[in-house]
């Protein structure tokens, strides 16, 4: 019986790969939940957007300004607070090593 590495490896890079598209995926929702709490809107409404047409589509949903943040500004500040609650509940994405 041999051990293939390149199996190995494959097996190894798709398991991490979907690790991280889940925890970039939950990390999007979780951010657009923050964002819809924050600019008060639906947050049915804009994951609805997200299903049906995407990213960008739900961004669009919200008003271009929140105080003196724009929309940009108040995403970005959100999506560090989403990481790092499910960093918390989840765990680091950080890919294991092989060694």
Known sequence: MVWDLRRALLRKEEFESG?????EFRETVR????????????????????????YE????????????????EVCLRLR????????RERGDPTPYRLG
């Open 19 to 23: 690790r991280l598209t889940d925890f």
């Open 31 to 54: 951010t657009l939940k923050l964002m819809a709490r924050a600019f008060e809107t639906d947050e049915a409404a804009v994951l609805d957007a997200l299903v049906e047409h995407g």
């Open 80 to 87: 560090k607070e989403a990481r790092q609650m499910l960093i």
């Open 57 to 72: 589509a739900a961004l669009r949903g919200f008003p271009e300004r929140l105080g003196e943040e724009s929309r940009e």
